[in-house]
């Protein structure tokens, strides 16, 4: 018996700087590490340590394109192919998307440590200029280097430099759900989710252990715990209190999970890994297709956190 839909993707987002501006697109392809072109970059300091908006909320404010065919499957960038960057009180900066040769090695996101591709001095003296201090931007370099999830969560899977997992998916109805409960409403962007599904129940999400997107299969694998970005503007990189005061009171892990690690921690989204990308590329999925859950679980008691 075919699952009946539970809701269909109503958007999806790419953020190929790690921390900065995502990209809103219809349809995207799927890679080995998540979307194709999520978080490939991110900036380091001086250290080789990831910048994100924790400590740099500017960074919220730095917007990337990316040429309009690279979400085409198979598309490979040329000499004339660009990442292009953009703040304000900023000249745009462009970088090339054909693989720079210069290695920068000891660099860290989180638990991990390895070496990335430089883009180079005029990419380093911008985010320098633009975050005050000594910064260089880097890529992920896929033919050296090897990002695992977590094993304790979803043995097998990598990503580049995503917090944790591959995809992460939330819902309208969670978000709406949420903002019925604070003064001021707060966009998606705050949660900076890769998939955004509507027709579901608020936070259903928390509980789809298996679901299929476009004949892909995904399971959830962790609720995501949230640090204090969603508590940035995303469009001023002010910070302030909500939406994590209003959080605490009905998505913290002492509410939902009781018992379990996390107490202190609060949720919103699940993080996901896709079960198919065994199979090679050429997988796509698209604004509009149904999501159908084929498995659930059957309390918060069987989620990890």
């Given amino acids: ?29 799927i890679s080995s590490t998540g979307f194709r072109w999520d978080r490939q970059w991110v900036v380091v300091n001086c250290k080789g340590r990831a910048c994100t908006q924790r400590v740099d909320p500017k960074l919220a404010l730095v917007e990337v394109v990316l040429p309009q065919d690279a979400f085409v499957v198979g598309w490979e960038p040329d000499k004339s192919s660009y990442l292009v960057i953009r703040a304000p009180g900023m000249d745009e900066l462009k970088v090339s998307l054909c693989g720079p040769s210069q290695i920068c090695d000891g660099v860290s996101v989180w638990e991990w440590s390895g070496s990335a591709l430089d883009e180079g001095d005029e990419a380093s003296k911008w985010f320098t200029t633009y975050l005050g201090k000594p910064s260089r931007l ?7 280097e090897t990002r695992a999830v977590d094993p304790n969560y979803a043995s097998g899977y990598k990503v580049m430099f995503s917090d944790g997992y591959p995809f992460l998916l939330a819902s309208q109805g969670s978000l709406d759900s949420l903002n019925e409960r604070l003064k001021e409403p707060v966009p998606i962007n705050r949660f900076r989710p890769n998939i955004l599904v509507d027709g579901c129940e608020p936070f259903s999400e928390d509980l789809w252990k298996e679901i299929k997107i476009e004949n892909l299969t995904f399971h959830g694998v962790k609720l995501c715990s949230r640090c204090k970005i969603p508590t ?18 009905f998505r913290s892990g ?15 989204g699940q993080n ?3 079960h198919d990308l065994h199979k090679g590329n050429g997988k796509m999925i698209k604004v509009g297709d149904p999501v159908f859950v084929i498995k659930s679980f059957s309390s918060y008691d069987e989620t990890s956190t």
Avoid: H, W
């Fill in 1 to 29: 018996m075919m699952a009946e839909s539970a809701g269909k993707v109503k958007s999806i987002f790419i953020y190929p700087i790690k921390s900065c501006k995502g990209i809103s697109v219809s349809e995207a392809p």
């Fill in 232 to 249: 940035i503007n995303q469009e001023t990189a002010v910070s302030a209190s909500e939406p994590t005061e209003t959080l605490v009171k």
């Fill in 254 to 268: 002492k509410v939902l999970c009781p018992g379990q690690k996390g107490q202190g921690m609060v949720f919103f």
């Fill in 138 to 144: 880097v890529r992920f370099n896929e033919e050296s």
């Fill in 272 to 274: 996901m890994v896709c």
